[in-house]
Protein backbone atom coordinates (compact mmCIF):
# COMPACT_ATOMS: atom_id res chain seq x y z
CA UNK A 1 0.00 0.00 0.00
CA UNK A 2 1.52 3.69 -0.40
CA UNK A 3 2.26 6.11 1.40
CA UNK A 4 -0.35 7.81 3.50
CA UNK A 5 -0.50 11.09 1.90
CA UNK A 6 -1.03 14.96 2.01
CA UNK A 7 -3.66 13.96 -0.92
CA UNK A 8 -5.29 11.49 0.79
CA UNK A 9 -5.50 13.47 3.90
CA UNK A 10 -7.56 16.15 2.28
CA UNK A 11 -9.88 13.96 1.23
CA UNK A 12 -10.19 12.34 4.61
CA UNK A 13 -10.98 15.45 5.83
CA UNK A 14 -13.84 16.27 3.44
CA UNK A 15 -15.63 13.28 4.25
CA UNK A 16 -15.00 14.22 7.67
CA UNK A 17 -16.33 17.78 7.31
CA UNK A 18 -13.21 18.82 9.02
CA UNK A 19 -11.20 22.19 7.40
CA UNK A 20 -7.77 21.84 8.39
CA UNK A 21 -5.34 24.92 9.24
CA UNK A 22 -2.03 24.86 6.98
CA UNK A 23 0.04 23.75 10.10
CA UNK A 24 -2.51 21.16 11.12
CA UNK A 25 -1.91 19.83 7.37
CA UNK A 26 1.67 19.52 7.99
CA UNK A 27 1.45 17.80 11.42
CA UNK A 28 -1.58 15.30 10.81
CA UNK A 29 0.16 13.83 7.37
CA UNK A 30 2.97 12.54 9.22
CA UNK A 31 0.99 11.71 12.79
CA UNK A 32 -1.36 9.87 10.64
CA UNK A 33 1.17 8.22 8.62
CA UNK A 34 2.67 6.67 11.58
CA UNK A 35 -1.07 5.77 12.52
CA UNK A 36 -1.34 3.60 9.40
CA UNK A 37 1.96 2.55 8.77
CA UNK A 38 0.97 0.69 12.90
CA UNK A 39 -2.38 -0.17 12.03
CA UNK A 40 -1.07 -2.05 8.50
CA UNK A 41 0.50 -4.93 10.51
CA UNK A 42 -2.61 -6.49 10.56
CA UNK A 43 -2.72 -7.34 6.87
CA UNK A 44 0.43 -10.35 8.05
CA UNK A 45 -3.10 -12.02 10.49
CA UNK A 46 -3.86 -14.99 8.60
CA UNK A 47 -8.27 -15.21 8.98
CA UNK A 48 -8.95 -19.10 8.94
CA UNK A 49 -12.23 -19.87 7.24
CA UNK A 50 -14.22 -20.11 10.87
CA UNK A 51 -12.74 -16.37 11.92
CA UNK A 52 -14.48 -14.82 8.54
CA UNK A 53 -17.82 -14.39 9.73
CA UNK A 54 -18.74 -10.94 11.86
CA UNK A 55 -21.92 -11.83 14.00
CA UNK A 56 -23.51 -9.64 15.38
CA UNK A 57 -27.55 -9.61 16.43
CA UNK A 58 -29.83 -7.30 16.27
CA UNK A 59 -32.23 -6.60 19.87
CA UNK A 60 -35.22 -4.81 19.05
CA UNK A 61 -37.90 -3.32 21.12
CA UNK A 62 -41.51 -2.21 20.82
CA UNK A 63 -41.52 1.71 19.23
CA UNK A 64 -43.72 2.76 21.74
CA UNK A 65 -44.34 6.84 22.28
CA UNK A 66 -43.14 8.26 25.30
CA UNK A 67 -43.30 11.46 26.51
CA UNK A 68 -40.37 13.82 26.63
CA UNK A 69 -39.99 17.20 27.50
CA UNK A 70 -39.37 18.88 24.61
CA UNK A 71 -38.68 21.88 26.12
CA UNK A 72 -35.83 21.40 27.38
CA UNK A 73 -34.58 19.95 24.61
CA UNK A 74 -34.99 23.31 22.16
CA UNK A 75 -33.78 25.26 24.96
CA UNK A 76 -30.32 23.64 23.98
CA UNK A 77 -30.46 25.15 19.96
CA UNK A 78 -27.68 27.08 19.44
CA UNK A 79 -30.55 29.27 17.46
CA UNK A 80 -33.96 28.54 17.26
CA UNK A 81 -37.83 30.32 16.52
CA UNK A 82 -40.29 28.89 18.15
CA UNK A 83 -40.24 25.37 18.53
CA UNK A 84 -37.77 25.19 15.92
CA UNK A 85 -34.16 24.90 15.67
CA UNK A 86 -32.72 27.27 12.74
CA UNK A 87 -30.13 26.85 10.78
CA UNK A 88 -28.59 28.74 7.99
CA UNK A 89 -29.85 28.22 4.26
CA UNK A 90 -29.10 24.80 2.77
CA UNK A 91 -29.22 25.15 -0.39
CA UNK A 92 -27.97 28.07 -2.78
CA UNK A 93 -29.88 31.05 -4.34
CA UNK A 94 -28.09 30.24 -7.58
CA UNK B 1 -11.11 12.41 59.77
CA UNK B 2 -8.35 10.64 57.57
CA UNK B 3 -8.95 11.77 54.24
CA UNK B 4 -8.30 8.40 52.75
CA UNK B 5 -10.77 6.62 54.23
CA UNK B 6 -12.75 3.84 52.07
CA UNK B 7 -16.65 3.59 51.07
CA UNK B 8 -16.98 0.57 53.83
CA UNK B 9 -15.09 2.40 56.89
CA UNK B 10 -17.09 5.72 55.98
CA UNK B 11 -20.53 3.75 56.19
CA UNK B 12 -19.27 1.88 59.51
CA UNK B 13 -18.51 5.94 60.57
CA UNK B 14 -22.43 6.48 59.58
CA UNK B 15 -23.70 3.61 60.96
CA UNK B 16 -22.49 4.63 64.32
CA UNK B 17 -23.11 8.46 63.83
CA UNK B 18 -19.70 9.72 64.63
CA UNK B 19 -20.67 11.42 61.30
CA UNK B 20 -23.41 12.64 59.51
CA UNK B 21 -24.23 12.98 55.43
CA UNK B 22 -23.62 16.73 56.04
CA UNK B 23 -20.08 16.93 57.55
CA UNK B 24 -18.99 14.15 55.26
CA UNK B 25 -19.84 16.82 51.91
CA UNK B 26 -18.59 19.13 53.63
CA UNK B 27 -15.22 17.79 54.06
CA UNK B 28 -14.67 16.41 50.69
CA UNK B 29 -15.82 20.12 49.17
CA UNK B 30 -13.24 21.64 51.76
CA UNK B 31 -10.65 19.01 50.41
CA UNK B 32 -11.44 19.98 46.52
CA UNK B 33 -11.31 23.57 47.18
CA UNK B 34 -8.04 23.08 48.53
CA UNK B 35 -6.32 20.86 46.24
CA UNK B 36 -8.17 21.24 43.06
CA UNK B 37 -5.74 24.52 41.92
CA UNK B 38 -2.92 22.00 42.36
CA UNK B 39 -4.41 18.72 40.67
CA UNK B 40 -6.88 20.33 38.12
CA UNK B 41 -8.75 17.34 39.01
CA UNK B 42 -12.57 18.31 39.13
CA UNK B 43 -13.82 20.55 36.30
CA UNK B 44 -17.22 21.47 38.75
CA UNK B 45 -18.12 20.88 42.11
CA UNK B 46 -21.79 20.79 42.75
CA UNK B 47 -21.89 23.40 45.50
CA UNK B 48 -25.88 23.39 45.49
CA UNK B 49 -25.83 19.94 47.15
CA UNK B 50 -24.75 21.08 49.91
CA UNK B 51 -27.59 21.37 51.86
CA UNK B 52 -29.28 18.08 49.95
CA UNK B 53 -28.52 15.46 51.74
CA UNK B 54 -29.63 12.28 50.15
CA UNK B 55 -32.78 10.33 51.72
CA UNK B 56 -32.44 7.11 49.68
CA UNK B 57 -31.83 4.52 52.25
CA UNK B 58 -29.17 2.18 50.06
CA UNK B 59 -25.79 0.89 49.89
CA UNK B 60 -24.30 3.79 49.32
CA UNK B 61 -26.40 6.45 51.63
CA UNK B 62 -24.21 9.56 51.98
CA UNK B 63 -21.51 8.59 49.92
CA UNK B 64 -20.60 11.32 47.65
CA UNK B 65 -18.57 10.96 44.33
CA UNK B 66 -17.46 12.58 40.94
CA UNK B 67 -18.21 11.36 37.46
CA UNK B 68 -16.42 11.33 34.54
CA UNK B 69 -17.30 14.31 32.30
CA UNK B 70 -18.87 12.25 29.46
CA UNK B 71 -21.22 10.88 31.65
CA UNK B 72 -24.68 12.63 31.89
CA UNK B 73 -26.13 13.92 35.18
CA UNK B 74 -29.70 15.86 35.12
CA UNK B 75 -29.27 19.76 35.02
CA UNK B 76 -25.47 19.62 34.87
CA UNK B 77 -22.98 20.20 32.10
CA UNK B 78 -21.35 17.11 30.51
CA UNK B 79 -18.89 18.46 28.06
CA UNK B 80 -16.72 15.48 27.77
CA UNK B 81 -13.43 17.45 27.73
CA UNK B 82 -14.82 18.98 24.65
CA UNK B 83 -15.13 22.86 23.59
CA UNK B 84 -18.52 21.79 21.29
CA UNK B 85 -19.98 20.59 24.00
CA UNK B 86 -18.78 23.26 26.38
CA UNK B 87 -22.49 24.57 27.11
CA UNK B 88 -24.27 21.18 26.99
CA UNK B 89 -26.72 20.38 30.07
CA UNK B 90 -27.43 16.80 29.64
CA UNK B 91 -31.20 16.69 29.88
CA UNK B 92 -31.45 13.39 32.26
CA UNK B 93 -29.42 11.27 34.51
CA UNK B 94 -26.93 8.29 32.92
CA UNK B 95 -28.48 4.94 34.37
CA UNK B 96 -25.03 4.42 35.99
CA UNK B 97 -26.07 8.14 37.63
CA UNK B 98 -29.59 7.56 38.43
CA UNK B 99 -28.47 4.13 40.13
CA UNK B 100 -26.28 5.31 42.52
CA UNK B 101 -28.37 8.03 43.15
CA UNK B 102 -30.68 5.64 44.21
CA UNK B 103 -28.28 3.78 46.21
CA UNK B 104 -28.36 7.26 48.18
CA UNK B 105 -25.12 8.10 46.97
CA UNK B 106 -24.34 12.03 46.44
CA UNK B 107 -22.64 13.94 42.89
CA UNK B 108 -20.31 16.29 44.13
CA UNK B 109 -19.09 16.86 40.52
CA UNK B 110 -17.98 16.33 37.22
CA UNK B 111 -14.36 14.83 36.83
CA UNK B 112 -11.70 16.19 33.85
CA UNK B 113 -10.71 13.79 31.07
CA UNK B 114 -9.50 13.84 27.69
CA UNK B 115 -11.98 15.43 25.39
CA UNK B 116 -14.38 12.72 24.36
CA UNK B 117 -12.02 10.61 26.24
CA UNK B 118 -9.65 9.81 23.76
CA UNK B 119 -6.15 10.10 25.12
CA UNK B 120 -4.30 8.39 27.56
CA UNK B 121 -2.79 11.08 29.58
CA UNK B 122 -5.14 13.73 30.78
CA UNK B 123 -3.38 16.36 28.48
CA UNK B 124 -6.24 16.34 25.82
CA UNK B 125 -8.69 18.00 27.72
CA UNK B 126 -9.93 21.38 27.01
CA UNK B 127 -9.99 21.88 30.50
CA UNK B 128 -6.50 22.11 31.10
CA UNK B 129 -3.74 19.23 31.92
CA UNK B 130 -4.53 17.01 35.26
CA UNK B 131 -2.14 16.39 37.52
CA UNK B 132 -1.10 13.03 39.44
CA UNK B 133 -0.89 13.74 43.20
CA UNK B 134 2.24 11.10 43.28
CA UNK B 135 4.10 13.40 40.94
CA UNK B 136 1.96 16.86 40.03
CA UNK B 137 4.72 16.66 37.56
CA UNK B 138 3.48 13.86 35.86
CA UNK B 139 0.08 12.38 34.61
CA UNK B 140 -2.67 10.75 36.68
CA UNK B 141 -3.37 8.55 33.50
CA UNK B 142 -6.16 8.67 30.88
CA UNK B 143 -8.56 9.23 30.02
CA UNK B 144 -10.35 8.86 32.79
CA UNK B 145 -7.61 11.19 34.48
CA UNK B 146 -9.66 13.70 36.83
CA UNK B 147 -11.63 10.77 38.51
CA UNK B 148 -8.56 8.89 39.67
CA UNK B 149 -6.51 11.72 40.62
CA UNK B 150 -9.54 12.89 42.42
CA UNK B 151 -9.83 9.34 44.55
CA UNK B 152 -6.47 9.35 44.87
CA UNK B 153 -5.67 12.65 46.71
CA UNK B 154 -8.57 11.92 48.81
CA UNK B 155 -11.06 14.23 47.17
CA UNK B 156 -13.56 11.66 46.82
CA UNK B 157 -14.31 8.41 47.73
CA UNK B 158 -14.63 7.18 44.44
CA UNK B 159 -15.66 8.33 41.19
CA UNK B 160 -17.09 6.67 38.21
CA UNK B 161 -14.95 6.28 35.08
CA UNK B 162 -15.47 5.22 31.62
CA UNK B 163 -12.91 2.80 29.69
CA UNK B 164 -12.91 2.29 25.88
CA UNK B 165 -9.62 1.05 25.75
CA UNK B 166 -7.71 0.77 29.39
CA UNK B 167 -9.26 4.45 29.79
CA UNK B 168 -9.80 3.08 34.17
CA UNK B 169 -7.68 0.46 34.46
CA UNK B 170 -5.15 2.56 33.62
CA UNK B 171 -5.06 5.91 35.14
CA UNK B 172 -6.17 3.59 38.48
CA UNK B 173 -2.73 1.85 37.89
CA UNK B 174 -1.13 5.42 38.00
CA UNK B 175 -2.71 6.29 40.95
CA UNK B 176 -2.55 3.47 43.18
CA UNK B 177 -6.14 2.84 43.04
CA UNK B 178 -8.43 -0.30 41.72
CA UNK B 179 -10.37 0.18 38.49
CA UNK B 180 -12.45 -2.41 36.93
CA UNK B 181 -13.58 -2.78 33.08
CA UNK B 182 -16.74 -4.88 33.01
CA UNK B 183 -17.88 -7.67 31.00
CA UNK B 184 -19.13 -5.43 28.01
CA UNK B 185 -22.73 -5.01 28.40
CA UNK B 186 -22.95 -5.89 32.11
CA UNK B 187 -23.53 -1.90 32.48
CA UNK B 188 -25.54 0.53 31.08
CA UNK B 189 -24.26 3.08 28.50
CA UNK B 190 -27.19 4.84 28.71
CA UNK B 191 -26.01 8.45 28.91
CA UNK B 192 -22.93 8.01 28.51
CA UNK B 193 -21.26 10.50 25.61
CA UNK B 194 -20.29 7.67 23.07
CA UNK B 195 -16.80 7.20 21.72
CA UNK B 196 -16.78 3.56 20.33
CA UNK B 197 -20.15 1.82 21.07
CA UNK B 198 -18.80 -1.49 20.93
CA UNK B 199 -16.14 -1.38 23.96
CA UNK B 200 -17.52 1.95 25.99
CA UNK B 201 -18.31 0.92 29.81
CA UNK B 202 -18.58 2.66 32.87
CA UNK B 203 -16.33 1.19 35.91
CA UNK B 204 -15.82 2.41 39.35
CA UNK B 205 -12.33 3.65 40.33
CA UNK B 206 -11.89 3.18 44.27
CA UNK B 207 -9.38 2.83 46.47
CA UNK B 208 -9.73 -0.84 47.75
CA UNK B 209 -11.09 -3.79 45.83
CA UNK B 210 -14.02 -4.50 48.14
CA UNK B 211 -15.43 -0.67 47.22
CA UNK B 212 -14.95 -1.36 43.97
CA UNK B 213 -16.93 -4.34 44.25
CA UNK B 214 -19.59 -2.56 46.21
CA UNK B 215 -20.23 0.21 43.51
CA UNK B 216 -19.49 -2.34 40.74
CA UNK B 217 -22.58 -4.20 42.17
CA UNK B 218 -24.85 -1.17 41.88
CA UNK B 219 -23.99 -0.22 38.51
CA UNK B 220 -24.64 -3.40 37.01
CA UNK B 221 -28.12 -4.78 35.44
CA UNK B 222 -30.00 -4.39 32.17
CA UNK B 223 -30.90 -1.41 31.29
CA UNK B 224 -34.22 -1.07 28.52
CA UNK B 225 -32.61 2.23 27.65
CA UNK B 226 -29.41 0.57 26.37
CA UNK B 227 -30.14 -2.74 24.10
CA UNK B 228 -26.61 -3.91 24.35
CA UNK B 229 -26.87 -4.90 28.35
CA UNK B 230 -26.73 -8.36 28.95
CA UNK B 231 -30.33 -9.87 30.24
CA UNK B 232 -28.53 -10.63 33.63
CA UNK B 233 -30.00 -9.16 37.28
CA UNK B 234 -27.57 -6.81 39.46
CA UNK B 235 -25.24 -8.48 41.29
CA UNK B 236 -23.56 -8.60 44.86
CA UNK B 237 -20.07 -8.91 43.67
CA UNK B 238 -18.82 -8.38 47.68
CA UNK B 239 -20.53 -11.23 48.47
CA UNK B 240 -17.59 -13.70 48.28
CA UNK B 241 -15.13 -11.34 49.24
CA UNK B 242 -13.27 -14.25 52.27
CA UNK B 243 -9.61 -13.36 51.91
CA UNK B 244 -9.19 -16.76 50.13
CA UNK B 245 -8.05 -17.87 46.67
CA UNK B 246 -10.53 -20.29 45.15
CA UNK B 247 -9.88 -24.01 45.60
CA UNK B 248 -7.93 -25.03 42.45
CA UNK B 249 -7.20 -21.84 41.55
CA UNK B 250 -4.64 -21.42 38.37
CA UNK B 251 -3.31 -18.54 37.64
CA UNK B 252 -1.84 -17.41 33.92
CA UNK B 253 0.12 -15.20 33.73
CA UNK B 254 0.80 -13.60 29.93
CA UNK B 255 4.38 -14.30 29.06
CA UNK B 256 4.91 -10.98 27.23
CA UNK B 257 4.18 -9.28 30.77
CA UNK B 258 7.86 -10.59 31.57
CA UNK B 259 9.55 -9.21 27.84
CA UNK B 260 11.80 -6.94 29.08
CA UNK B 261 11.74 -5.15 26.00
CA UNK B 262 9.16 -2.54 26.52
CA UNK B 263 8.65 -2.99 29.70
CA UNK B 264 10.00 -0.98 32.42
CA UNK B 265 12.09 -3.28 34.19
CA UNK B 266 10.47 -1.95 37.92
CA UNK B 267 6.99 -3.08 36.44
CA UNK B 268 8.29 -6.06 35.68
CA UNK B 269 9.94 -6.33 39.19
CA UNK B 270 7.04 -5.79 41.01
CA UNK B 271 5.14 -8.12 38.74
CA UNK B 272 6.98 -10.98 39.24
CA UNK B 273 7.28 -10.44 43.26
CA UNK B 274 2.92 -10.63 43.01
CA UNK B 275 3.17 -13.77 41.13
CA UNK B 276 5.79 -14.95 43.53
CA UNK B 277 3.38 -14.09 46.46
CA UNK B 278 0.33 -15.15 44.87
CA UNK B 279 1.92 -18.62 44.08
CA UNK B 280 2.80 -18.61 48.16
CA UNK B 281 -0.86 -17.90 48.51
CA UNK B 282 -1.32 -21.62 47.39
CA UNK B 283 -1.94 -20.03 43.41
CA UNK B 284 -0.61 -22.97 40.55
CA UNK B 285 0.95 -20.31 38.07
CA UNK B 286 1.24 -21.36 34.29
CA UNK B 287 2.70 -19.23 31.64
CA UNK B 288 0.63 -18.71 28.96
CA UNK B 289 1.12 -17.25 25.38
CA UNK B 290 -1.25 -14.97 23.34
CA UNK B 291 0.11 -14.29 20.09
CA UNK B 292 -3.01 -12.24 19.12
CA UNK B 293 -1.68 -9.93 21.80
CA UNK B 294 0.92 -8.18 19.54
CA UNK B 295 -2.06 -6.57 17.30
CA UNK B 296 -3.93 -6.10 20.30
CA UNK B 297 -3.49 -2.34 19.78
CA UNK B 298 -3.86 -2.15 16.20
CA UNK B 299 -7.17 -3.89 16.07
CA UNK B 300 -8.13 -1.81 19.11
CA UNK B 301 -6.90 1.20 17.41
CA UNK B 302 -9.06 0.38 13.78
CA UNK B 303 -12.36 -0.69 15.75
CA UNK B 304 -12.07 2.40 18.16
CA UNK B 305 -11.18 4.70 16.02
CA UNK B 306 -13.85 3.97 12.98
CA UNK B 307 -16.69 4.11 15.69
CA UNK B 308 -15.29 7.13 17.21
CA UNK B 309 -15.38 9.18 14.00
CA UNK B 310 -19.11 7.64 12.99
CA UNK B 311 -20.05 8.52 16.20
CA UNK B 312 -18.98 12.25 16.60
CA UNK B 313 -20.14 13.16 12.72
CA UNK B 314 -23.42 14.30 15.39
CA UNK B 315 -21.44 17.22 16.02
CA UNK B 316 -22.24 20.04 13.95
CA UNK B 317 -23.62 22.71 15.70
CA UNK B 318 -27.38 22.31 14.62
CA UNK B 319 -29.38 20.63 17.75
CA UNK B 320 -27.16 21.79 20.73
CA UNK B 321 -23.57 22.94 21.84
CA UNK B 322 -20.79 24.96 20.34
CA UNK B 323 -21.96 26.29 17.09
CA UNK B 324 -19.57 28.86 15.06
CA UNK B 325 -21.05 32.45 14.15
CA UNK B 326 -21.39 33.72 10.71
CA UNK B 327 -21.92 31.10 8.28
CA UNK B 328 -23.63 31.38 5.13
CA UNK B 329 -24.58 28.27 4.70
CA UNK B 330 -25.39 25.20 6.61
CA UNK B 331 -22.06 22.67 5.09
CA UNK B 332 -19.80 26.02 5.98
CA UNK B 333 -21.80 25.68 9.65
CA UNK B 334 -20.89 22.36 10.22
CA UNK B 335 -17.21 22.28 9.10
CA UNK B 336 -16.24 25.88 10.81
CA UNK B 337 -18.10 24.65 14.06
CA UNK B 338 -15.88 21.17 13.96
CA UNK B 339 -13.27 23.21 13.15
CA UNK B 340 -13.46 25.04 16.47
CA UNK B 341 -15.45 22.67 18.68
CA UNK B 342 -12.81 19.70 18.63
CA UNK B 343 -8.99 19.84 19.61
CA UNK B 344 -6.17 17.68 17.75
CA UNK B 345 -6.22 14.36 19.06
CA UNK B 346 -9.95 14.20 18.64
CA UNK B 347 -9.06 15.78 14.84
CA UNK B 348 -6.95 12.72 14.13
CA UNK B 349 -9.19 9.79 15.78
CA UNK B 350 -11.89 11.17 13.20
CA UNK B 351 -9.58 11.42 10.28
CA UNK B 352 -8.39 8.17 11.20
CA UNK B 353 -11.34 6.39 11.72
CA UNK B 354 -12.86 7.42 8.29
CA UNK B 355 -9.57 6.82 6.54
CA UNK B 356 -10.34 2.84 8.04
CA UNK B 357 -13.86 2.96 6.61
CA UNK B 358 -13.54 4.80 3.36
CA UNK B 359 -13.67 2.64 0.21
CA UNK B 360 -11.00 1.10 -0.86
CA UNK B 361 -9.50 0.84 2.50
CA UNK B 362 -12.26 -0.21 4.62
CA UNK B 363 -11.61 -4.48 4.05
CA UNK B 364 -7.98 -4.15 4.38
CA UNK B 365 -9.01 -2.26 7.69
CA UNK B 366 -11.96 -2.20 9.23
CA UNK B 367 -13.56 -5.22 8.14
CA UNK B 368 -9.65 -7.39 8.93
CA UNK B 369 -9.96 -5.51 12.02
CA UNK B 370 -13.61 -7.05 12.87
CA UNK B 371 -12.46 -10.57 12.16
CA UNK B 372 -9.36 -10.29 13.74
CA UNK B 373 -11.19 -9.23 16.67
CA UNK B 374 -12.75 -12.56 16.43
CA UNK B 375 -9.00 -14.66 16.66
CA UNK B 376 -7.80 -12.62 19.38
CA UNK B 377 -11.28 -13.78 21.70
CA UNK B 378 -10.95 -17.49 20.22
CA UNK B 379 -7.26 -17.15 21.72
CA UNK B 380 -8.66 -15.71 25.39
CA UNK B 381 -11.02 -18.39 24.88
CA UNK B 382 -8.82 -21.06 25.03
CA UNK B 383 -6.46 -19.37 27.92
CA UNK B 384 -9.52 -19.61 29.79
CA UNK B 385 -9.60 -23.18 29.38
CA UNK B 386 -6.64 -23.58 30.96
CA UNK B 387 -6.46 -21.61 33.66
CA UNK B 388 -9.17 -19.86 36.03
CA UNK B 389 -7.83 -15.82 35.46
CA UNK B 390 -4.74 -14.34 33.54
CA UNK B 391 -2.86 -11.46 35.07
CA UNK B 392 -0.41 -8.99 33.17
CA UNK B 393 1.14 -5.82 34.58
CA UNK B 394 -2.12 -2.89 33.79
CA UNK B 395 0.52 -0.43 32.12
CA UNK B 396 4.29 -0.98 30.40
CA UNK B 397 5.48 1.98 31.50
CA UNK B 398 5.43 3.94 35.23
CA UNK B 399 3.49 7.30 35.29
CA UNK B 400 5.21 8.84 32.91
CA UNK B 401 6.33 12.92 33.04
CA UNK B 402 3.57 15.17 31.51
CA UNK B 403 4.25 16.61 27.77
CA UNK B 404 6.82 13.79 27.52
CA UNK B 405 5.08 12.50 24.10
CA UNK B 406 4.00 15.36 22.84
CA UNK B 407 3.74 14.91 18.79
CA UNK B 408 4.18 11.02 19.54
CA UNK B 409 1.12 10.12 20.77
CA UNK B 410 1.26 6.58 19.27
CA UNK B 411 4.52 5.39 21.30
CA UNK B 412 2.24 6.44 24.29
CA UNK B 413 -0.84 4.31 22.77
CA UNK B 414 1.21 1.45 23.01
CA UNK B 415 1.61 1.27 26.67
CA UNK B 416 -1.87 0.05 26.36
CA UNK B 417 -0.96 -3.03 24.98
CA UNK B 418 -2.39 -5.30 28.26
CA UNK B 419 -5.62 -3.33 28.53
CA UNK B 420 -7.24 -2.91 25.37
CA UNK B 421 -7.48 -6.49 23.87
CA UNK B 422 -9.93 -6.82 26.74
CA UNK B 423 -11.97 -3.90 25.93
CA UNK B 424 -11.69 -5.56 22.27
CA UNK B 425 -13.39 -8.55 23.57
CA UNK B 426 -15.63 -7.20 25.92
CA UNK B 427 -14.03 -9.59 28.85
CA UNK B 428 -13.55 -7.97 32.64
CA UNK B 429 -10.75 -6.76 33.81
CA UNK B 430 -9.67 -5.32 37.09
CA UNK B 431 -6.83 -3.05 37.93
CA UNK B 432 -4.93 -2.75 41.82
CA UNK B 433 -1.65 -1.44 43.32
CA UNK B 434 1.24 -4.11 43.22
CA UNK B 435 3.62 -1.81 44.82
CA UNK B 436 5.81 1.80 44.26
CA UNK B 437 8.78 2.43 42.20
CA UNK B 438 12.17 3.48 43.69
CA UNK B 439 10.81 7.56 42.72
CA UNK B 440 7.42 6.17 44.67
CA UNK B 441 5.27 6.38 41.71
CA UNK B 442 2.22 3.63 41.80
CA UNK B 443 2.52 0.31 39.67
CA UNK B 444 -0.40 -1.96 39.08
CA UNK B 445 -1.46 -5.33 38.32
CA UNK B 446 -4.53 -6.84 36.38
CA UNK B 447 -6.66 -9.67 36.53
CA UNK B 448 -8.57 -10.88 33.39
CA UNK B 449 -11.36 -13.22 33.47
CA UNK B 450 -13.79 -15.11 30.83
CA UNK B 451 -16.89 -13.02 30.23
CA UNK B 452 -18.90 -12.54 33.35
CA UNK B 453 -16.48 -13.51 35.88
CA UNK B 454 -16.35 -9.96 37.60
CA UNK B 455 -17.50 -12.45 41.11
CA UNK B 456 -14.07 -14.25 40.62
CA UNK B 457 -11.87 -11.49 39.74
CA UNK B 458 -12.92 -9.44 42.92
CA UNK B 459 -12.48 -12.83 45.02
CA UNK B 460 -8.78 -13.24 43.75
CA UNK B 461 -7.88 -9.60 43.60
CA UNK B 462 -9.15 -9.38 47.32
CA UNK B 463 -7.07 -11.80 48.69
CA UNK B 464 -4.19 -10.21 46.85
CA UNK B 465 -4.99 -6.81 48.30
CA UNK B 466 -5.84 -7.74 51.90
CA UNK B 467 -2.94 -10.22 52.17
CA UNK B 468 -0.49 -7.60 50.48
CA UNK B 469 -1.59 -4.02 51.69
CA UNK B 470 -0.41 -1.83 48.88
CA UNK B 471 -3.42 0.06 48.80
CA UNK B 472 -2.26 1.67 51.49
CA UNK B 473 0.42 3.44 50.06
CA UNK B 474 -0.85 7.18 49.52
CA UNK B 475 0.69 10.40 48.09
CA UNK B 476 2.07 12.66 50.29
CA UNK B 477 1.18 16.05 50.99
CA UNK B 478 -2.72 15.66 50.88
CA UNK B 479 -3.18 15.14 54.81
Avoid at chain 2, 136 to 148: H, L, N, V
Avoid at chain 2, 335 to 364: C, P
Wanted: net charge neutral; with cysteine.
Amino acid sequence: MKEFNKEELLKIAKLSALKLSEDEIETFVSQLRNVVNYITQIQEIHIAQEAQEVRNINITREDTVTKTNYKEIISQAPQKQLNYFTVPKILDEK
Amino acid sequence: MNPFITIKELKEKLARKEINQKEILDFYTQRIKKYNSKLNCVIETFTDNLNNTNSQIGALSGIPFIAKDNICQNGRIASAGSKILSNYKAPYDATVISKLKEAGAIPLGRGNCDEFAMGASGEYSNYGVTNNPWDITRTPGGSSAGPAAAVSAGLVPFAIGTETGGSVRQPASFCNLVGLYPTYGRNSRYGLIAFASSTDQAGPITRTVYDNALVASILSGQDKHDSTTLQLPAQDYTKDLDGKLPDNFTLGVIKDSLNPDGIDPQIIDSFTKAISHLEKMGAKIKYIDIPMLKYGVAIYFIISRAEGASNLSRYDGTLYGHRAQESTQLHDMYIKTRQEGFGQEVKIRILTGNYVLSSGYKDAYYNKALQARNILRAEFEKAFQEVTLLTSPTVSMLPFKLGQFVGDALTMFLADCFTVPQCVIGTPGLSLPCGLSRERLPIGIQFLGPRLSEMLIYKVAYAYEQSTGHYLNNPAGYD
